[in-house]
């Protein structure tokens, strides 16, 4: 018997005490400093509670119980859902500050006949019989201009002729246009970004020529949610607009928006991911991001009204009572999504698609794919990332995105590490406050 190698130990921020969380036996608890040292040194007589919970255990059974759990993962990921992107441009009317695809060059072109109908005729040969939605995706996928409205809306009857939800990913200028296209199908949700109050939003994500677009973009939200349609807000954060978010909690707080059950936020960090930032100073490592994040809720706890952080499982554990299933494989590139575009390529996810080199075949005119690269992406998880096999965070981690390890490392199977123990001490200080622990 000894202490669990998954155990994950993390101090719980701003107090002396310290959270235990064991994702393969399924257990989390708050402990002393007493405690853990009695864990760490069990002796000859460990602590029943501390076998029974799986903190301590016998290295065969646990083994046993890891095989287990991943056949168990293998079986549930071969089941779930797929999220299939198409992309119909790379091009896009914005002139954001941060624009990780601006090195792309993209090029107009009209769709050629027969594109939309050999991108749903081979959806099946990627996906099997498993269920699966679209999401449209760019560039920006809602233009302006006849042909391209037009395409879209052969493109969403297609979607509703196949039974198949959609998700728009759009920056929201257009909503107004297209709203009314989206009514005969099921929409998914349309997720829209806004980086902020009014004068912020409007600073970094400008149209091009330089007009405004934040109350464009307002407008196109209230349309959405007035229609039906669930939206997810989405904001990119860096150091340049942290500072503006409890403002821009309040404000949509105020225009009622948190309070419908179709609406949820998400907050993306802005990072390098393709070529290098020309603003490096106001980029955020995963850890400072959520460390500042940390110390804004504490003083403006109105931001958890507006958005929920995370913090690895913290959030999970509060909401549910219990801990998410190991986490064998954090990057569903050509597992559960794939990208395709309207060039005929396809591509294993949205962290790739459109850059070159990236492309994995064809769908049109003709179906190529290159077999050998989809089998390194769809072997990727912690078992075949040498760095995670001795890592007490793997089932929390995943072996994070392989599409930034790869620009990190050169390599798919490397490491995209998260500070695991360092959210877990975040969150349960933000969702387990002292005086409701026991």
């Known amino acids: 018997m000894r202490p669990s190698p998954h155990n994950i130990v993390s101090e719980v921020t701003g107090t002396d005490l310290f959270v235990i969380v064991n994702l393969l036996s399924g257990n989390a608890d708050l402990l002393t400093g007493e405690e853990l040292h009695m864990l760490l040194h069990p002796g ?57 695809q601006a090195p792309y060059n993209p090029v107009a072109g009209a769709f050629p006949p027969g ?16 269920k699966k939605y679209i999401t449209l995706f760019g560039g920006e996928p809602l233009l302006a201009g006849k042909d391209h409205k037009r395409f879209i809306e052969l ?15 759009t920056n929201g200028y257009q909503l107004d246009q297209y709203a009314g296209l989206f009514s005969d199908v099921s929409i998914r949700e349309i997720q829209v970004t806004l980086d902020g ?46 500072g503006d978010l409890p403002a ?40 400072t991001l959520y460390a500042d994040l940390y110390k804004m809720i504490r003083e403006y706890p109105e931001i958890l009204s507006f958005h929920r952080p995370a913090f690895s499982v913290s959030r999970f554990l509060a909401d549910n009572g219990y801990l998410p299933p190991p986490l064998f494989d954090a990057c569903p590139a050509c597992k559960s999504e794939w990208v395709f575009d309207h060039t005929g390529a396809i591509y294993s996810c949205t962290a790739t698609a459109g850059k070159p080199g990236e492309q994995l075949g064809t769908f049109f005119p003709d179906m190529y794919l290159d077999r050998e690269k989809v089998s390194k992406w769809q ?21 994070g995105c392989g599409a930034v390890a790869k620009n990190n490392k050169g390599d798919i199977l490397e490491t995209d590490c998260r500070p695991v123990k360092e959210l877990l001490g975040m969150g349960i200080a933000t969702y387990f406050p002292l005086s409701n622990i026991s």
């Open 197 to 242: 109050t009014e004068s912020m939003h409007n600073r970094r994500r400008q149209h091009k020529g330089g007009k405004a677009t934040f109350q464009r973009i307002v407008d196109g939200i209230d349309q959405c949610l007035s229609m039906g349609y669930p939206v997810n807000l989405r904001v990119v954060i860096d150091r340049e607009n942290m």
């Open 248 to 287: 821009f909690s309040r404000f949509a707080i105020e225009k009622g928006w948190t309070g419908s059950p179709l609406f949820k936020t998400q907050l993306g960090r802005n990072y390098e991911l393709h070529h290098c930032h020309t603003s490096q100073q106001k980029l955020y490592s995963r850890l």
């Open 379 to 399: 072997k990727r998880d912690v078992l075949t990332i040498s760095g995670c096999r001795e890592c007490s965070l793997q089932l929390a981690c995943g072996g």
């Open 44 to 100: 000859s007589s460990p602590c029943e509670e501390f076998v029974t919970k799986g903190y301590i255990a016998d290295e065969a059974q646990e083994q046993q119980r890891f095989r287990m759990a991943y056949l168990d993962f293998l079986d549930q990921r071969e089941a779930e859902e797929c999220q299939i992107f198409f992309v119909p441009t790379w091009l896009c009317n914005f002139d954001c500050s941060y624009c990780y």
């Open 115 to 130: 594109m939309a109908d050999a991108f749903f005729s081979c959806l099946n040969s990627f996906t099997g019989n498993r």
């Open 155 to 169: 493109f969403v009857s297609q979607c509703a002729a196949h039974q198949l939800d959609l998700a728009v990913v």
